[in-house]
């Protein structure tokens, strides 16, 4: 029952977008429709995969998930040309490469770092496609999964240092690729690490509130210049 009403749901959801795609009157129930296929037939497949394996590691099953969604979309996506499949294409080509990774025994950092830059590449691609209205999202997900990632890595060592470096490069690819989603991504990583090393090093000393106020200072400059580069790079004249 739990199948019948989660893949079946699902399947019949895909079904219908499908017939909806040809006629205009029916089009703008293509994408709701899609959407919800996208939901719930992993949701099913996840749960055919509970009720019928005898064991084995979870890393299998959502690899299984997402090559098959991946699959579908990218076949929805040839017919129908919809944003909505590029979209749902992108996060189950995720979840697919993370979960091989994890099968692999990679570590998690490791595999947060591969798969934010494979998923920052393709999304560069698509920012210049038909499919460019779904970019600002992945951008965001690709570059928030690099900075994290990296941090992990590199975390109490003397490489450290290099985090405020990932972000600063994001700043500048934000100009080069006219992104406001990247430079807020860049601007926050590097807030969030000086925050951190501020911390880490002024927390228990005298120094603490004035640390406070030179990083209140150096917010507010940054927030300046991350304005200045909107206004100069990233925003298109009207």
Same mark, same amino acid.
């Given at each position: 029952?739990?199948?019948?009403?989660?893949?079946?749901?699902?399947?019949?959801?895909?079904?219908?977008?499908?017939?909806?795609?040809?006629?205009? $009157?029916?089009?703008?129930?293509?994408?709701?429709?899609?959407?919800?296929?996208?939901? =719930?037939?992993? &949701?099913?497949?996840?749960?055919?995969?509970?009720?019928? #394996? #005898?064991?084995?590691?979870?890393?299998?099953?959502?690899?299984?998930?997402?090559? !098959?969604? =991946?699959?579908?979309?990218?076949?929805?996506?040839?017919?129908?040309?919809?944003?909505?499949?590029?979209?749902?294409?992108?996060?189950?080509?995720?979840?697919?490469?993370?979960? @091989?990774?994890?099968? +692999?025994?990679?570590?998690?950092? !490791?595999? @947060? =770092?591969?798969?934010?830059?494979? +998923?920052?590449?393709?999304?560069?691609?698509?920012?210049? #496609?038909?499919?460019?209205?779904?970019?600002?999202?992945?951008?965001?997900?690709?570059? %928030?999964? !690099?900075?994290?990632?990296?941090?992990?890595?590199?975390?109490?060592? /003397?490489?450290?240092? &290099?985090?405020?470096?990932?972000?600063?490069?994001?700043?500048?690819?934000?100009?080069?690729? $006219?992104?406001?989603?990247?430079?807020?991504?860049?601007?926050?990583?590097? =807030?969030?690490?000086?925050? $951190? !090393?501020?911390?880490?090093?002024?927390?228990?000393?005298?120094?603490?509130?004035?640390?406070?106020?030179?990083?209140?200072?150096?917010?507010?400059? +940054?927030?300046?210049? %991350?304005?200045?580069?909107?206004?100069?790079?990233?925003?298109? /004249?009207?």
């Amino acid at each position: 029952e739990r199948i019948i009403v989660t893949l079946g749901s699902g399947i019949a959801a895909f079904v219908l977008a499908l017939l909806a795609n040809g006629p205009a $009157k029916r089009a703008r129930f293509v994408t709701p429709l899609f959407l919800i296929a996208a939901v =719930l037939e992993p &949701t099913g497949m996840f749960v055919a995969c509970e009720e019928f #394996s #005898s064991g084995g590691a979870i890393q299998d099953a959502e690899i299984a998930v997402g090559i !098959v969604m =991946l699959c579908q979309c990218l076949l929805f996506l040839a017919r129908t040309r919809r944003t909505a499949a590029m979209f749902a294409a992108l996060g189950f080509a995720s979840l697919a490469m993370a979960a @091989g990774l994890s099968r +692999l025994e990679v570590r998690d950092e !490791v595999t @947060g =770092l591969v798969v934010g830059v494979s +998923l920052f590449c393709l999304t560069r691609a698509v920012d210049r #496609s038909r499919y460019r209205a779904i970019a600002p999202f992945w951008y965001f997900a690709s570059s %928030a999964s !690099v900075l994290l990632s990296w941090y992990e890595i590199v975390e109490n060592r /003397p490489a450290e240092f &290099t985090c405020a470096i990932l972000a600063g490069a994001i700043v500048y690819l934000s100009t080069v690729f $006219k992104s406001r989603t990247l430079l807020a991504t860049g601007c926050l990583g590097l =807030l969030v690490y000086v925050g $951190k !090393v501020t911390g880490d090093h002024f927390a228990n000393s005298i120094g603490w509130p004035l640390a406070l106020i030179l990083l209140g200072i150096l917010m507010m400059a +940054l927030g300046a210049f %991350a304005v200045r580069l909107h206004r100069r790079y990233i925003r298109t /004249p009207a």
